[in-house]
């Protein structure tokens, strides 16, 4: 896990309400990433961080926000969560652009009802 | 543009018997690819990498990979199975042109039998 931790690890709430995951890092790394797993989907990018207070959309980022005020720690945020928004949830983190490797957290299970 | 296809959903081997998983991918530019491992519950780990070096790549485990430039593969593969191999196994490839962003496959889901 390279110092990756996702909070909360599962959570359970209903539809039209926020939800926040919080991805903490201890290692520095640049880059973050989040991206939702569904079966038969890999994994897909949400949204991801070069720096603080830099983000950008990657291909699934509708009905998400993210924010980086500080390097080790970046937020999911689902402004009202939807029943499609059911997933694993997974924080990753590299050093830089340099295709290397991806470190990743354990996951965050959302359900939403 | 990048993309990546595993072409096998599911692979079911006997233990002792060699593993292997297919990955095809598409890139506009000298791509990076990995082989990442994903047990129930977890998050991933990497296998093994290709970064321009040597196009046979081995990794953790006994697995190894090798970069077909011309077949655009890059495949997966494990002379013995053990029973800790069953997993998810996700193919990735990532470019430095594109912000660094990887893209996944599908992933394969890894049976073995005892």
């Known amino acids: 896990d390279a110092g990756i931790t996702q909070s909360p690890r599962h959570k359970v709430t209903e539809t039209g309400t926020p939800v926040t995951l919080r991805c903490h890092q201890t290692?520095?790394?640049?880059?973050m990433y989040w991206y939702r797993q569904d079966p038969g989907h890999g994994l897909r990018l949400i949204h991801y961080s070069y720096g603080v207070k830099d983000t950008d959309k990657g291909e699934v980022s509708d009905g998400y926000s993210v924010s980086r005020s500080k390097t080790e720690d970046f937020l999911l945020t689902l402004e009202s969560a939807t029943s499609s928004q059911t997933s694993v949830y997974f924080c990753a983190a590299k050093g830089g652009p340099d295709t290397g490797e991806l470190f990743f957290g354990e996951g965050s299970r959302l359900t939403v009802l | 543009a990048q993309s990546v296809t595993q072409l096998d959903s599911h692979v079911s081997v006997s233990e002792g018997t060699p593993v292997l998983l297919r990955c095809n991918y598409s890139?506009?530019?000298?791509?990076?690819l990995f082989w990442y491992v994903q047990h129930p519950n977890k998050g991933l780990q990497l296998l093994l990498k290709?970064?321009?070096?040597?196009?046979l790549v081995k990794g953790i485990n006994g697995f190894e990979a090798e970069f077909k430039k011309s077949e655009t593969s890059f495949h997966l593969t494990k002379p013995s199975a053990h029973m800790s191999d069953a997993a998810e196994y996700f193919c990735?490839?990532?470019?430095?042109?594109?912000?660094?962003?990887?893209?996944f496959g599908d992933g394969t889901t890894l049976t073995v039998k005892p």
């Open positions: 290692e520095n790394h640049r880059y």
């Open positions: 990735v490839v990532s470019a430095v042109t594109n912000a660094g962003k990887s893209t």
């Open positions: 290709y970064t321009s070096a040597a196009t």
């Open positions: 890139s506009s530019y000298s791509p990076s």
